[in-house]
């Protein structure tokens, strides 16, 4: 499973290790990558994803695996007065913390170190939890998940925006030839680091996806559970809350 896809896999450290030295290897390029790789496409999923969140008023929001903090920055257009957005890449953040400088924000939003799997926040605190293009780099994903379950308010919304696989005609193959062919050949060009594109497409095509994450997210204790494909199924945003 997701477990076993690691970037450096003789490196004898590790998933989690090596993901953060993948993302503090490639933080410099992530930006540019993100929006040639999805063609742009994900600035409009983020907006969905805003829209969820923003339409349940929250006061606290917590971005988990922020990176570089795109969608944290995001969330300064809802109602909340404290968005923290949480990582274990430093090199993600630095750059993600003086995007929020430049803008203004840093009175609202703060990026701080943190381990999804081991949250350094008390019970029920936030009113949204977002995660964009991280449960899949979870070293555990359950433990991730229960995680994020322990720190989210009863009544709040989690909303996660991940890479799915289509599965109909043509959009499967095309997807398949995509990721097999075209997406090592973007890597190459935007990071000498091969490993870490090869990494970011085979996790994507082996991580649970539609029903099979939502059968996850409930057995973790989620209810409203609900999935959203977006794109011909590239991209998929769930949500969930807490009873
Ligand atoms: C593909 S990036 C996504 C960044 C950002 N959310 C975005 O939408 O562009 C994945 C991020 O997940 C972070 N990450 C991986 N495992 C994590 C964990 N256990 N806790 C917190 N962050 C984690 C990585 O360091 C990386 O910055």
Not at 186 to 202: P, Q, T, V
């Amino acid at each position: 499973m997701s477990q076993n896809v690691t970037p450096y896999k003789d490196s004898g450290l590790g998933k989690k290790e090596q993901v953060a030295q993948m993302f503090d290897t490639i933080s410099g390029n992530y930006d540019g990558l993100n929006r040639v790789i999805s063609f742009g496409i994900d600035v409009k999923w983020r907006k969905k994803v805003l829209k969820l969140v923003a339409d349940k008023n929250p006061k606290t929001i917590l971005d988990i695996a922020t990176g570089t903090g795109d969608l944290a920055i995001l969330m300064a257009q809802t109602s909340a007065t404290e968005i923290i957005g949480a990582d274990i890449s430093e090199g993600m953040m630095e750059v993600g913390r003086k995007k929020v400088t430049e803008k203004g924000l840093d009175s609202k939003i703060k990026l701080v170190y943190g381990d999804s799997e081991n949250l350094p926040f008390e019970d029920n605190y936030f009113d949204a939890i977002t995660v964009a293009f991280g449960v899949r780099n979870f070293e555990t994903l359950d433990k991730g998940l229960a995680e994020i379950l322990r720190v989210l308010k009863p009544g709040g919304v989690f909303v996660i925006l991940e890479t799915s696989v289509p599965t109909k005609f043509p959009f499967k193959q095309g997807y398949n030839f995509y990721s097999k062919n075209l997406l090592p050949l973007i890597g190459r060009l935007f990071s000498k680091d091969r490993s870490a594109y090869a990494y970011l497409s085979e996790s994507a095509s082996v991580f649970p996806h539609g029903e099979a994450l939502n059968n996850i997210l409930r057995k973790i204790g989620f209810i409203e559970v609900k999935n959203m494909p977006q794109t011909f199924g590239v991209a998929t945003i769930y949500t969930a809350s807490k009873q």
